[in-house]
C-alpha cells in the first residue's frame, strides 16, 4: 500500500475500534427505521390520506427533534472531552444543562403544535388537485399529532441518557434500550392501526399510541441501568443533590451549544420549507416523498453512524490532547464513510422501483417515490462526505462554522433555488431535488477545506 493510501485506509486496529462504536448504533438506528418502515408500510396500507397526515406531522416533528439534537449536540462535544480528560462533575454538568433545555423545548414545543398545529398541516395540502382529498389528511393529521405529543417528554429524557452514554464510549445500552423500544412499537402498531387480538381498530391514532409506548419504556431501560451501574457510570453519583450548575458552566455550554442549537432549527426548519415546496405539485408527491425518505433511511443509518463516530472518537482524542491523532483518524473516518456510502447508493438504486409497491397508493405516488430513491442514491456519497466534514468541524467545538456551514448555505442557497423552482417553473419535483442537491456541491468544497487546513483541532474544556 502506497504513502497515500496509507493517509485514508486505517489498520486492522482502527476498523476494529470503529465498528466497535459505529455497529451498536448502526444497529439501533437501522430497527428503528426498519420498524419505521414498516410503520409506515402499515399506515400507508390504510391509504394515501393517512400516510400523507401523518408524514406531515412528522415533517414537522423534525424540527423538534432536530432541536433536541443540536442543543444537547453543544453538551455532549464537553461530555466526549470531559470523559477524555477523567472529569466527572464535567460530565455531571452536562447532563444537567441537558435536563433543562430539555424541559424548556418541550414545552416550546407543546405551546406551538397545540395552538397552530392545524395551521401547520394546512401547509402543506395546498398544492395542486391531483386527485388527493386535502381535508382527509388534515384531519388524520390533527389526530395523530395530539396524541404524539403525549411521549416527547420520554423522547427527550431518553435522548439526555444516551447520548451522554454515547459519548462515554457505552453504546450498548442505547441500543438494547432502542431495540426494545422498536419491538414494542411494532407489536402495537399491528395491534392497534388494524384492530387485532380484541384491540380497538385505531388507524393512524394507533400508530401514535404504538410510538408513545415505545418511548415510555426506551426511557425506562436507559434511565434504570444507569442508575443501577455507578461503577461504569460515575457520573451518577451526585447527579442529582441538585439540578443547579454554575454560571460560568451555563455560560460556557450555551456559547458553544446555542450556535448548534440554532442550526439545527434553522436546518430542520429549511427542511421542512423544502418539503412544502415540493407540496405545491400535489398530494401524491407529498406520499411520494414520504416513501422515498423512510426507505433511504433505513440505508443511510451506515453513513449517519460515522458521523456519531467522529464526535465519539475524535472529541475524546481532543480531551486528551492528542491531536495528531485525531486528525488521522479523523481522516480515515471520512474516506470510510464516502466508501460505504457508495454501496449504499448502489443497494438503493437497484432496489427503488420494488419498494414503492408495498404501500396501498395511487400508481403516481409509487412512480414519484421511485424516482426520488433514484434521485437520492446517485448523491449517497455525496451526503456521506458532508456529514463527517460536519461533525469534523463541530469535534473541536467550532459551532459557528458548522451554522455557516449548515443553516446559512440552506436558508441563503437551498430554501429561495426550491421556492423560485416550484413556484415559477413547471420542472418535475425530482428535477427540483435535483437542482438542490447539486447545489451543495459548493458546500462539499468548503468543508474539505476546512477540513484539510484543521481550524477544528482544538481542546474545549482546559
Not at 107 to 116: K, N, P, Q, R, S
Not at 326 to 347: G, H, N, P, Q, Y
Not at 363 to 372: K, L, N
Not at 385 to 391: N, V
Amino acid at each position: 500500500m502506497n504513502r497515500t493510501m496509507r493517509k485514508f485506509i486505517g489498520d486492522r486496529a482502527f476498523y476494529g475500534r470503529l465498528l466497535a462504536i459505529t455497529v451498536p448504533i448502526m444497529i439501533q438506528s437501522g430497527i428503528t427505521n426498519f420498524v419505521s418502515l414498516l410503520d409506515n408500510i402499515m399506515v400507508g396500507r390504510v391509504g394515501t390520506e393517512q400516510m400523507s397526515g401523518v408524514a406531515i406531522v412528522n415533517q414537522l416533528l423534525f424540527v423538534f427533534y432536530l432541536c433536541i439534537f443540536g442543543g444537547f449536540a453543544g453538551a455532549g462535544i464537553f461530555t466526549a472531552q470531559y470523559y477524555g480528560c477523567g472529569d466527572n462533575e464535567g460530565i455531571r454538568n452536562t447532563v444537567r444543562y441537558k435536563i433543562w433545555l430539555g424541559l424548556i423545548l418541550v414545552a416550546g414545543a407543546f405551546i406551538v403544535f397545540l395552538g397552530y398545529g392545524r395551521e401547520l398541516i394546512q401547509l402543506y395540502l395546498n398544492g395542486k388537485e391531483d386527485g388527493g382529498d386535502p381535508a382527509a389528511a388534515l384531519y388524520y393529521g390533527m389526530g395523530y399529532l395530539r396524541i404524539i405529543l403525549i411521549g416527547l417528554p420520554a423522547f427527550a429524557l431518553v435522548q439526555v441518557y444516551a447520548n451522554t452514554l454515547r459519548e462515554c464510549g457505552e453504546t450498548v445500552v442505547p441500543m438494547t434500550a432502542g431495540l426494545v423500544a422498536v419491538f414494542v412499537n411494532l407489536v402495537f402498531n399491528y395491534l392497534l392501526i388494524y384492530g387485532k387480538f380484541g384491540f380497538p381498530e385505531l388507524g393512524v391514532n394507533g400508530a401514535a399510541i404504538a410510538t408513545d409506548l415505545s418511548r415510555f419504556v426506551e426511557m425506562a431501560i436507559v434511565v434504570i441501568w444507569t442508575h443501577t451501574h455507578q461503577l461504569k457510570c460515575k457520573f451518577v453519583k451526585g447527579l442529582y443533590k441538585t439540578i443547579l450548575l454554575p454560571g460560568a458552566q451555563i455560560k460556557k455550554y450555551f456559547i458553544t451549544g446555542s450556535p448548534l442549537l440554532i442550526n439545527e432549527a434553522l436546518w430542520s426548519m429549511g427542511m421542512a420549507v423544502l418539503a412544502q415546496c415540493y407540496s405545491t405539485r400535489g398530494l401524491y408527491v407529498v406520499a411520494g416523498q414520504n416513501i422515498s425518505s423512510t426507505i433511504s433511511n433505513v440505508f443511510n443509518v451506515v453513513f449517519f453512524a460515522m458521523g456519531d463516530a467522529v464526535a465519539i472518537i475524535v472529541g475524546q482524542h481532543l480531551g486528551a490532547g492528542d491531536y495528531e491523532r485525531a486528525k488521522d483518524e479523523d481522516r480515515k473516518i471520512i474516506a470510510f464513510s464516502i466508501f460505504v456510502a457508495t454501496l449504499v447508493a448502489v443497494i438503493v438504486f437497484v432496489t427503488a422501483p420494488f419498494f414503492p409497491l408495498l404501500y396501498n397508493t395511487a400508481p403516481e405516488a409509487r412512480r414519484i417515490a421511485m424516482h426520488f430513491l433514484m434521485a437520492q442514491a446517485i448523491f449517497t456519497p455525496q451526503m456521506g462526505l458532508l456529514h463527517t466534514t460536519y461533525f469534523t468541524l463541530r469535534s473541536g467545538g467550532r459551532t459557528v462554522i458548522t451554522f455557516l456551514f449548515d443553516s446559512f448555505f440552506m436558508w441563503v442557497v437551498s430554501v429561495p433555488l426550491a421556492f423560485v423552482l416550484s413556484r415559477f417553473t413547471d420542472l418535475y419535483v425530482i428535477w427540483i431535488f435535483v437542482a438542490l442537491q447539486m447545489s451543495e456541491w459548493i458546500k462539499c468544497i468548503v468543508g474539505v477545506v476546512l477540513v484539510k487546513k484543521g481550524i477544528w483541532i482544538k481542546n474545549i474544556v482546559k
